[in-house]
């Protein structure tokens, strides 16, 4: 299992501070065609890829919605599958609209179109994996009635609110909620050998001029938010990942550009910065997949 951990401390759900005592776990998906977690969880920590519209669901309401989920499974930056969690295992969380809310942990599944089989199987071995480990913590058996549940069995129960998730997808790939439940029974075989909740990788974020000017270095820091403020308090320097990519410049670090008719991300970097050397830089600054600009396009270029 790929388990990381961004807390949504932005989200209403977060600064509200209510706990729980785990009783159960309820699947969600997330009933749009966007497999990407950066879509939900941000801000960008370098694997995550930057969410360009900024509507991940870091802030107060998302999408003008009070909700939150304890974790979410998809896609990162480079195609892989990861758990992140967004939330404290014991924090209640905002995800069926009714007293499932005050008992189960939740996490999305972000869904796709629905019909790559090797995605789901994927992003489904996950979900098992996470489950596991999360019944073995707190002591859940997922075979047990009302335990492990999707978000559609919540509302036949009567904890949730109207929703299909999972069971307009599972059934698609041949798999339902018996299944899952067994699959994850199966993990917690022989009392749970080899099956335990993972530390969460942290990602240092460093703060320094350039990623070679080790001596620069003004600190390293486990949250995001705290590297860029110290970025922002000393002119010149930057937040960079663990393989050195910078992550975020500084307010005081870079100039804004408008895109004219002809330019190239190459021809930016050689006339605004010499030899074009700092090119790399200027493409993860502004969190392009590709060499593609357009006209009019505002692009940050580092000082």
Request: positive net charge.
């Amino acid at each position: 299992m790929n388990l990381r951990k961004l807390i949504l401390t932005k989200n209403a759900c977060y600064i509200a501070g209510r706990t729980i005592t785990p009783r159960g776990i309820m699947v969600h998906s997330t009933g749009a065609n966007n497999p990407n977690l950066k879509r939900y969880v941000g801000p960008d920590d370098g694997l995550l890829g930057v969410n360009q519209n900024n509507n991940h669901w870091n802030q107060a309401n998302p999408d003008g919605k009070q909700v939150c989920v304890h974790a979410f499974i998809g896609k990162l930056a480079n195609g892989s599958i990861a758990a992140y969690q967004t939330l404290p295992w014991t924090h209640r969380g905002w995800h069926c609209g009714g007293d499932g809310n005050n008992t189960h942990i939740s996490f999305e599944i972000c869904e796709d179109g629905l019909g790559d089989a090797v995605y789901f199987n994927k992003v489904y071995q996950e979900a098992v994996e996470l489950c596991a480990c999360l019944c073995k913590l707190y002591n859940l058996d997922p075979a047990k009635d009302g335990v492990l549940i999707c978000h559609s069995e919540g509302y036949k129960r009567g904890i949730a609110s109207n929703h299909a998730d999972v069971m307009h997808w599972f059934p698609k790939h041949g798999k339902s909620m018996d299944t899952f439940r067994a699959a994850v029974k199966d993990a917690l075989t022989g009392g749970g050998a080899g099956i335990s909740v993972p530390e969460t990788s942290a990602v240092l974020y460093r703060v320094r001029k350039n990623w070679s000017d080790s001596k620069s270095q003004k600190g390293a820091f486990k949250i995001l938010d705290n590297a860029k403020q110290c970025a922002d308090e000393n002119s010149g320097y930057s937040v960079f990942n663990e393989k050195g990519n910078v992550v975020y410049s500084g307010s005081s670090s870079y100039n804004t550009y408008t895109v004219k008719k002809g330019d190239t991300l190459w021809t930016i970097a050689a006339t605004k910065l010499g030899n074009g050397s700092r090119y790399p830089e200027i493409k993860t600054l502004n969190g392009l997949a590709s060499d593609t600009i357009v006209t009019g396009q505002i692009l940050k270029i580092p000082k």
